[in-house]
């Protein structure tokens, strides 16, 4: 059975401030992963999709990397801002198992930038 | 948002009473879900569609049903609504290998 963990499960920084979020998976065996954000009470925004084959994905100040070998992939933000404030979560979609349509979701990292 | 409403957005109910929750979307999406999320068990999978008439059971299925009647529409119904179903409520759907995209969720009370 397929287990995503983030750590930390919390992290403030000061505004302007690199950070790295990270993404563990126990099941190598992935189709994709993907990196979501959610602020309070809303529904979760898909950031940013990384399939199997690739090692990153970029968008803007995010940069998402996978490494499928060691199960791990890390949300990269450049120049953190106060609205980067959120929770962030990774999902995994498995390649094994009787069912490859879902996912699973790690708890999330939640993320405070001060200004 | 690709798309994609669920209502009602808030809705209280009492215990035993049979309650529905729609999910809508307008990207010819195959793929549907439901998800409940909860404050220390993160997201959890209910049920998923891959097709019309096409359903299968997540990990928390007990005490719900879905229905998809067409492609455009997935619905929820906890046949007869527990306190322990009070919980926040996500649709989400996708294609074959593009990206999950969630609804803004439903917030059920079960009194």
């Known amino acids: 059975k397929q287990e995503v963990t983030q750590i930390p499960a919390a992290l403030s920084v000061p505004e302007g401030e690199n950070l790295v979020l990270n993404c563990s998976f126990t099941?190598?065996?992935?189709?994709?992963l993907q990196w979501f954000r959610q602020d309070p009470g809303k529904g979760l925004t898909s950031l940013l999709l990384?399939?199997?084959?690739?090692r990153e994905q970029t968008s803007g100040r995010l940069n998402a990397s996978l490494d499928k070998s060691s199960g791990r992939s890390t949300l990269y933000i450049a120049a953190s801002q106060p609205g980067d404030s959120a929770t962030y979560l990774c999902?995994?979609?498995?390649?094994?198992?009787?069912?490859?349509?879902?996912?699973?979701f790690g708890k999330g990292t939640l993320l405070t930038v001060n200004p | 948002d690709a798309g994609i409403t669920q209502s009602p957005r808030h809705k209280v109910t009492e215990t035993g009473t049979p309650v529905t929750l729609r999910c809508h979307q307008t990207?010819?999406?195959?793929?549907m879900y439901w998800y409940r999320q909860d404050p220390g068990h993160g997201l959890r999978l209910i049920h998923y569609?891959?097709?019309?008439?096409?359903?299968d059971k997540g990990e928390v299925s007990d005490g719900y049903s879905v229905s998809r009647s067409k492609t455009e529409d997935f619905l929820l119904t906890l046949e007869s609504a527990t306190s322990s179903q009070t919980s926040v409520y996500f649709c989400?759907?996708?294609?074959?290998?593009?990206?999950?995209?969630f609804g803004n969720g439903t917030r059920l009370t079960v009194t």
């Open positions: 989400a759907s996708k294609h074959e290998a593009s990206a999950l995209h």
């Open positions: 099941d190598s065996a992935i189709y994709n």
């Open positions: 990384i399939q199997s084959s690739q």
């Open positions: 999902a995994v979609r498995s390649n094994s198992g009787g069912s490859n349509y879902k996912l699973t």
């Open positions: 990207e010819n999406h195959r793929y």
């Open positions: 569609s891959y097709g019309v008439k096409d359903t």
